[in-house]
């Protein structure tokens, strides 16, 4: 699986079978349109699951003096997976006996305060960076003496007020000193209490160590995970076999699909529902950018090989912009902006750029294969919750074209 970058560098139209490079640029031929049919099969839908919002749980956060603060600052996107992720942990404890929840990677904690002012749970906030949690606590503060002045004294009690911990949480942290953690934090005297685990967009290899997390502390009784940036894994061929965050469960450990390059891995982090739209729009001046990068890179692999694949500006297509105008806003700041313009609009270049619609064909058909490749890494991670003797579920909760990583895995111990 390999860069757009290099279309014309390494003329990857010319490595589709002959059949398809004659009829690609009209229609699909049979083969492919065979393989979507199969990867409609084997892929994990993602169509949302019948979910019921937070505001059914919660009166408190639709209150008219409460309701604007637990959003505020808060953007759509954040906005829609807040209203999902919590009310999949309320029915979770519901059905799932837990004394708390951690909430790993918690920001500045605008999950905990829907769970715990919101619904009363208590929540315990994992975050490293010490700033956010001074953040989360000067918001929770302002949020309690809210509630204090417009809630009567009863309901006020149910509130929870979220603990935020200062911890990072790697590979190498062990379950024990995690627990030793929270303890401390919420002063707990003894060991036999029960909690669950929501990683709400764990990053890489987070998801990963929060699975392993969850199978090695008894007291960790379900998990809800959403993940994203797969490309950030620590893959087979980069990591020890101990801490690689992919692949985990042993089934796939002994088959050929135990490596994905990044590449493939990179490709299952875009939004392939808002490129569809985009597609149906007939957008294709903003679809055009990538023909503009292509041909940026073989100019670059000419007259600077040793910078090929540099990291360039990003440039919104803006309808009318030139490829030259392109070239030298994305390349500012690198030696790269030397380069003289008649050396930019050669007969080579313009030829690469009427090709721009084969680039977009191309990137199609490589985002084509992204649902696929997300699917192999949740149901890697399934299968290794499986193999550990979890009963696992997995729900397609956010609405794609607002939080394409919209899975949620969902786990309990037997």
Known sequence: ?????????????????????????????????????LFKELCIKREENEIRSIYH?????????????????????????????????????????????????????????????????KVCCIEMQDQLNKQAEEIDKKMM??????????????????????????????????????QKSLKLRKDDYKFGIVGLHSC??????????????????????????????????????????????????????????????????????????????????????HSFRAAAERIIAKHYPELRHSGLKSIKHCGNIQFEEYFYRAVSGLPLATIPAENLLTAITQKDLSRWRQIVIYYTLRLFFGPLI??????????????NGCIVDIKSVFEATISPRNHIIIAGKR
């Not at 929840?101 to 715990?116: N, Q, T, Y």
Request: hydrophobic share 40%; glycine share 4%.
């Open 1 to 37: 699986m390999v860069s757009f970058k290099d279309f014309y560098v390494k003329d990857h139209w010319s490595k589709f079978p002959g059949s398809w490079q004659q009829v690609l640029e009209n229609t699909w031929p049979l083969s492919l349109l065979t393989l979507r049919v």
């Open 57 to 121: 749980f919660s009166s408190l956060l639709q209150h008219p003096k409460l309701k604007e603060i637990f959003v505020k600052g808060v953007k759509r996107k954040k906005r829609h997976e807040l209203e999902f992720m919590a009310s999949t942990c309320v029915e979770m404890c519901q059905n799932v006996a837990v004394d708390f929840i951690v909430d790993f990677g918690a920001g500045v904690g605008h999950l905990a305060r829907v769970l715990g002012f919101g619904c009363g749970i």
């Open 145 to 182: 003496a809210l509630i204090n002045k417009y809630l009567p004294p009863k309901q006020a009690k149910t509130c929870q007020t979220p603990t935020h911990v200062n911890l990072c949480i790697t590979p190498a942290t062990a379950p024990e000193a995690f627990l030793q953690k929270i």
């Open 204 to 289: 890489g290899d987070l998801a990963a160590v929060l699975i392993q997390m969850f199978l090695h502390c008894k007291q960790a009784k379900f998990i809800n995970l959403v993940g994203c940036c797969y490309m950030k894994l620590s893959a087979k061929d980069t990591a020890n076999e101990t801490d690689q965050g992919y692949p985990l469960s042993q089934y796939l450990s002994q088959r050929s699909l135990s490596f994905l390059s990044y590449e493939a891995r990179e490709i299952s982090c875009h939004a392939i529902e808002m490129y569809k739209q985009r597609l149906a729009g007939n957008n294709y001046d903003y679809l055009k950018i």
């Open 374 to 387: 997300e699917s192999i890494i949740l149901y890697d991670r399934i299968l290794f919750l499986v193999e």
